[in-house]
C-alpha cells in the first residue's frame, strides 16, 4: 500500500505574481496568425505607406531634385494629409480584421479550447484582451503605426519648426482615432465570432459595414440614416479628430454616441457568449 | 491535501446533472465512474472551478474552488474534447498553456518538453496538432495537464483512443503521480481501466453518488446482493455437502472435473469466518478461493441495476 506525502508541496521556483495570461494569448494568437494571407496582405498595404513617405521626401527635398518638382506640386504635409492616409487603408484594414479576427474566438469555440483556456488560471478579461490585442496587432501594423512613422518622418525632414508648432498634436490625434477604430472594428469582429463560424463571421463583418453604405446612397435626403453606418460614423468622428471639417450632415456627438452603443452592445454579446466559468442561477 | 465536497448539487433549468453529492478525496488515485450521461464531467468541471455549483460546497484544503486563480494554479486538467489549435505544434500549444500559470518563457518551455517526454511525444513535439492520431492528441492533452506539476490533476477519460501499449504506459504514468502524492481524479466509463489503475472509486449514476470506497468496501456494503466465492478444494464433493448446511449459502454449484464449487452467499463476512474453520475441522485441503464478481463490472451492474 503507497504512503502518500500528505503535505502540500509547493513549486519551489518564480512564478509570476499575476500571470500575464492575456499576454501569453495574444502571443500565441500573433504566430498563429502569421500566415501567408496576413504577410500577402502586409505588403500589399505597405504599397500605400510607401507612396506617402515618398511624397514627403519629394515635399523636403523639391528643391534638390527636380524631377520631385511634379509629384511634390500642391502637395501639402498637413493633418489632412494624415487624416487621408488612414481613410484610405481603410480597404486593407477591414480585410485584415477579417482576415485575423473572423475565427479568433469560432475556433476556439468549434475545437472546444475556451474549454482549456478557462481551467488555467484565465480570466474573462484575459481571454478578450489577448484577442483584441491579435486583431489589433495586425490592423494597426499597416494603419496607425505607419502613419506615425510618416509623422517622425516629415518631423526629421522639415527644414523648420513650423510643422511641429503646427501640428504637434498630431500623434495624439493618430492614436485616439487608432484607439476608437479599433475597439469599435475589433469588438465587431470578436463578437460575430463569438456568435458564428469564422466564415460566417467574416460575411457578416463585411455585411455590417456595407449594407449601411448601401442604404445611405439609395436615400440621401435623410443625411441621419448615416447613424447606422459604423464605417459612416468612424469617419465622421476621425474628421472632428484631425480638426477637419466633417463629411456627413449629421452631428458628430450623436456619431459619438452610436459607436459607443456599437461598442457597448459588442461587449454585451461577448459577455454572453464567452464563459470562463458558468453560473447557472 | 483534501478535496471536501457537501451536498453538491447541479441543475440546469429543470434538469438535474449533478444531486446532492457529499464525499471527499485523498490523495492518491480516485476513480469516478459512471455510464456516459451519469454526471462526471459536469462534476469535474465543478471540482475544477469552471462550473458553479447551484447548491452545496466544494473545498481543496477549505479554500472555495469557484473561480479560484490562486489554487487553479495547482490543479491539472486533460479536458475529454479534443480542445486544440490545429495550426500549433505539440510543444508550442503545451509551452502556452503553462505560461498561462505564471512561468518564465524559458522555465515554460522546460516544463513543456519534460512532460512531452514522459507522455513519449518528443518525436513527434515539432508537428503540427493537426496532423496528430487520435491517440497522439490524447498523449499532448495529458502532457499539458500535468506539465506544470499540480498537486491535483482531473483527468476526463485519458484513456480514450490510446492503443494498448499507450493505455499501459499513461495508465503507469497516472499511478506513478498517486503515489507521489499527488490527487489524481480520472474519469472513465470503462470499469477494467479504473480497476487496472486504482481500487478508490466513486461510483456516479443520474448524477447521484452511488458507493465511495475500495471495491471490496463497497462490495461489503451490498450485503442483500449475494456475493460469489468459487472454491478449489480436493474433496469438493464432500465440501459441497458441508457448505449445504451453511443457512448463508443460497445456492451452490460444483464441478468435479476441475474440483471446484461455487456458492452464493448473502453473509460474505459470515461465510469468509465459517469456511476456514471448515477446513481445519474437516481435514480439507483449500488451494484457492476467489470471488468472481467481486469486480467493478459486477458492483456496477448491480448497483446500476443492470
Not at chain 1, 511634379?70 to 487621408?84: P, S, T, V
Not at chain 2, 445456492?251 to 469466518?273: A, C, D, G, I, Y
Request: aromatic share 12%; proline share 4%; with cysteine.
Amino acid at each position: 500500500m503507497p504512503v502518500y506525502d500528505q503535505n502540500y508541496r509547493a513549486w519551489k521556483g518564480h512564478l509570476m505574481p499575476f500571470p500575464r495570461a492575456w499576454w501569453v494569448i495574444a502571443k500565441t494568437h500573433i504566430r498563429l496568425r502569421w500566415k501567408r494571407g496576413v504577410i500577402a496582405l502586409l505588403i500589399l498595404a505597405a504599397f500605400p505607406f510607401l507612396m506617402r513617405a515618398l511624397q514627403i521626401l519629394a515635399v523636403a527635398r523639391m528643391e534638390d531634385y527636380q524631377f520631385l518638382q511634379q509629384f511634390a506640386k500642391n502637395l501639402e504635409i498637413d493633418a489632412a494629409f494624415f487624416k487621408d492616409f488612414l481613410f484610405g487603408q481603410s480597404f486593407w484594414f477591414i480585410l485584415m480584421i477579417i482576415l485575423t479576427g473572423a475565427g479568433i474566438i469560432a475556433n476556439d469555440q468549434k475545437y472546444k479550447a475556451s474549454q482549456l483556456y478557462f481551467s488555467k488560471p484565465v480570466t474573462y478579461w484575459d481571454y478578450i484582451t489577448g484577442k483584441f490585442i491579435t486583431v489589433s496587432f495586425y490592423s494597426g501594423i499597416i494603419t496607425f503605426i505607419p502613419a506615425i512613422l510618416l509623422f517622425f518622418m516629415q518631423l526629421v525632414l522639415a527644414e523648420n519648426n513650423t510643422f511641429i508648432q503646427s501640428f504637434f498634436w498630431i500623434p495624439f490625434a493618430i492614436a485616439g482615432f487608432g484607439i476608437i477604430a479599433l475597439l469599435v472594428f475589433g469588438s465587431l469582429i470578436l463578437a460575430l465570432s463569438a456568435m458564428v463560424s469564422g466564415r460566417s463571421a467574416g460575411i457578416f463583418f463585411f455585411a455590417l459595414l456595407l449594407f449601411p453604405d448601401i442604404i445611405r446612397a439609395i436615400i440621401p435626403s435623410v443625411p441621419e440614416i448615416g447613424l447606422i453606418s459604423v464605417s459612416a460614423n468612424i469617419k465622421q468622428v476621425g474628421s472632428v479628430i484631425f480638426g477637419l471639417p466633417k463629411p456627413y450632415d449629421y452631428s458628430t456627438w450623436l456619431a459619438g454616441i452610436a459607436l459607443l452603443v456599437t461598442f457597448l452592445i459588442c461587449m454585451g454579446i461577448l459577455r454572453w457568449r464567452v464563459k470562463p466559468s458558468e453560473v447557472v442561477t | 491535501m483534501i478535496i471536501n465536497v457537501f451536498d453538491l448539487s447541479k441543475w440546469y433549468g429543470q434538469i438535474i446533472a449533478v444531486n446532492n453529492l457529499t464525499f471527499s478525496i485523498d490523495p492518491g488515485v480516485t476513480g469516478f465512474l459512471g455510464p456516459n450521461g451519469a454526471g462526471k464531467t459536469t462534476l469535474m468541471r465543478m471540482l475544477i472551478g469552471q462550473l458553479k455549483p447551484s447548491q452545496g460546497t466544494l473545498t481543496i484544503d477549505g479554500e472555495a474552488i469557484w473561480n479560484n486563480h490562486t489554487l487553479m494554479r495547482r490543479i491539472g486538467y486533460c479536458p475529454e474534447q479534443d480542445a486544440f489549435w490545429q495550426y500549433l505544434t505539440g510543444l508550442d500549444f503545451v509551452h502556452a498553456l503553462i505560461q498561462m500559470h505564471g512561468f518564465s518563457t524559458e522555465k515554460a518551455m522546460e516544463k513543456a518538453v519534460m512532460a512531452i517526454r514522459l507522455v513519449d511525444m518528443e518525436k513527434d513535439m515539432h508537428r503540427r496538432i493537426g496532423s496528430y492520431s487520435k491517440g497522439m492528441r490524447q498523449r499532448i492533452k495529458l502532457a499539458q495537464a500535468i506539465a506544470h506539476d499540480p498537486d491535483i490533476l482531473f483527468l476526463d477519460e485519458p484513456l480514450n483512443g490510446l492503443d494498448p501499449m499507450g493505455r499501459h504506459q499513461i495508465m503507469q504514468l497516472i499511478k506513478d503521480l498517486g503515489n507521489r502524492g499527488k490527487i489524481v481524479v480520472v474519469s472513465s466509463h470503462i470499469l477494467h481501466e479504473v480497476e487496472a489503475m486504482t481500487d478508490n472509486i466513486l461510483l456516479i449514476n443520474h448524477g447521484r453518488l452511488l458507493a465511495q470506497g475500495t471495491i471490496y468496501d463497497i462490495r461489503q456494503l451490498i450485503d442483500t446482493h449475494p456475493l460469489q466465492v468459487t472454491i478449489r478444494c480436493d474433496q469438493v464433493d464432500r465440501l459441497t455437502a458441508f457448505l449445504l448446511a451453511f443457512e448463508d449459502v443460497l445456492s451452490v454449484q460444483f464441478n468435479r472435473e476441475k474440483n471446484q464449487v461455487t456458492v452464493e452467499t448473502n453473509q460474505p463476512e459470515l461465510f469468509h469466518q465459517r469456511l476456514p474453520e471448515l477446513a481445519l475441522k474437516e481435514n480439507l485441503k483449500i488451494s484457492s478461493l476467489w470471488s468472481p464478481d467481486e469486480n467493478l463490472d459486477a458492483i456496477f451492474d448491480y448497483l446500476v441495476g443492470g
